[in-house]
């Protein structure tokens, strides 16, 4: 906050412009990471994933090669609140074969072919029989469906209409070559720290096998926040968490509930890539601090988007937001899950995802975190009557121009409200100027000593 930066008179108030600024600045382009992304996507897909074993484990050791994640293993059977870490599942091969010896369904052609945790079997049956283990999506008939059976021991096949359609009644040999047994749940965590012990946590779901919006999409958006963020100066330290759904994050919650009070905001990452707007799930308190960020800057992006209001339905907000853990954490999406077609099929594949789609969520998600990095209060060194902005160069002569780049109206803003009370984003939101406008008046204000940073910190939002 101290280099008075000078960018060009592009600046605008409004959105792309903006970014471009942004992009000028650091050198950075995020919409040029979309294709990084597509990538990573690419290699984790053919990866059948559960909520443990080796198809996780696999996955985050790829992810290794990326950011310097840490492994962790916790044994099956541990208590985590109300759970118990299951038996650790692992799959080698599937398939249903004909009388002629055909695999008919195959797992090495999808890994969706076999519903995830199916216990192992070997038997002969008719398809009268088979079908009980069959699931199929008539209303698609091309689409395989993606099924679990996490917590109840069966078995099953998930294949297209079309596909059971071109079944006869014949005998069949069914073949799951799986293991149900004590192991391990694995989880990837990345530590990176910053000025402060105040944390962000980033969190998404590794769970998934060949699904690429629902699960891959948050996952390549983390590991580039990460890297980003890294090469950057931070105020706050951050947290990634790449775990199995649901019983992941309640046994990081279990295990870390001394890390809890550290935690100031948190974003959850998935379904990021689809061709449908951003859509900001906000926390339990509707009115943290990442709320108000994220509907500020999706409001500036001069993009469609929606911000949903908070419900105990979902990912893994629901664990973060539980009531005795109640962690400022909200959700970044587009289309929200359940309500597209491809949800849950095998279309949420590589053609469902966008890399234009992930560099803007990139984007939009690093805009939330500067917000969040560099919201803070400032006092007015000369509060009484306006200060004389044209003798400082910081307010257009005639015939003039003012400090490059540095918005006048958000100078008096800012000079306006600094008594001591009113963070920059408070300030933001009541001129209606977008964030980085208000913060680069902030920076050149205290650069000419009419301004100095109120020692105290922001508050955080009424809990
Ligand atoms: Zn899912």
Redesign the pocket.
């Known amino acids: 906050m101290n280099a008075i930066r000078i960018i060009p008179t592009l600046f605008r108030e409004n959105g792309r412009k903006d970014l471009k600024a942004l992009e000028l600045q650091t050198g950075f382009d995020p919409l040029a990471e979309g294709p990084v992304m597509l990538r990573l996507i690419a290699e984790l897909y053919p990866i059948c994933r559960s909520i443990t074993g080796d198809g996780l484990r696999e996955s985050l050791r790829l992810l290794q090669r990326q950011i310097p994640l840490e492994l962790r293993e916790v044994p099956t059977g541990t208590q985590v609140f109300d759970w118990t870490v299951p038996k650790e599942w692992n799959i080698r091969d599937a398939y249903v074969k004909n009388a002629k010896g055909e695999r008919v369904i195959d797992f090495q052609k999808s890994n969706l072919h076999v519903v995830n945790y199916s216990v192992p079997v070997r038997q002969r049956m008719g398809l009268g029989e088979l079908k009980e283990h069959l699931f199929t999506l008539p209303k698609h008939p091309d689409w395989i469906p993606?099924r679990t059976s996490y917590y109840k021991e069966s078995w099953g096949f998930c294949l297209s209409e079309n596909q059971l359609g071109g079944m006869k009644d014949e005998e069949y040999e069914v073949c799951i070559d799986s293991t149900l047994e004590e192991g391990h749940l694995s989880y990837g965590e990345y530590f990176l720290e910053g000025e402060t012990r105040d944390e962000v946590l980033i969190s998404c779901?590794a769970c998934?096998p060949s699904?690429c919006n629902?699960?891959l999409s948050g996952i390549a958006l983390a590991v580039s926040l990460a890297r980003r963020l890294k090469s950057m100066p931070r105020r706050h330290s951050y947290r990634f968490l790449f775990i199995p759904?649901t019983i992941g994050a309640i046994t990081w919650l279990a295990k870390n509930e001394d890390k809890l009070a550290n935690i100031r905001h948190g974003l959850v990452l998935?379904g990021v890539a689809d061709a449908g707007v951003l859509h900001y799930k906000q926390s339990r308190k509707g009115t943290a601090q990442i709320d108000r960020a994220a509907a500020h800057v999706l409001k500036h992006s001069g993009q469609a988007h929606e911000i949903l209001e908070f419900s105990p339905y979902g990912?893994d907000e629901r664990q973060y937001c539980s009531p005795g853990i109640n962690l400022s954490v909200g959700r970044l999406s587009r289309t929200p899950?359940g309500t597209f077609p491809e949800?849950?099929t095998s279309a949420d594949n590589l053609e469902f995802v966008h890399a234009d789609r992930l560099g803007e969520a990139l984007a939009v998600s690093l805009e939330i975190l500067s917000v969040l990095e560099n919201d803070r209060r400032f006092v007015n060194l000369n509060p009484k009557c306006e200060p004389q902005l044209g003798k400082r160069g910081l307010y257009r002569m005639v015939g003039g121009t003012a400090d490059a780049g540095v918005n006048e109206m958000a100078m008096l803003w800012v000079l306006n409200q600094s008594d001591g009370k009113n963070s920059l984003l408070d300030i933001a939101e009541r001129s209606g100027m977008r964030f980085e406008s208000v913060r680069r008046a902030a920076e050149a204000l205290e650069g000419h000593k009419l301004l100095r940073k109120d020692l105290k910190a922001v508050p955080l939002a009424a809990h």
């Open positions: 993606y779901h998934h699904l629902d699960n759904g998935t990912y899950h949800y849950h």
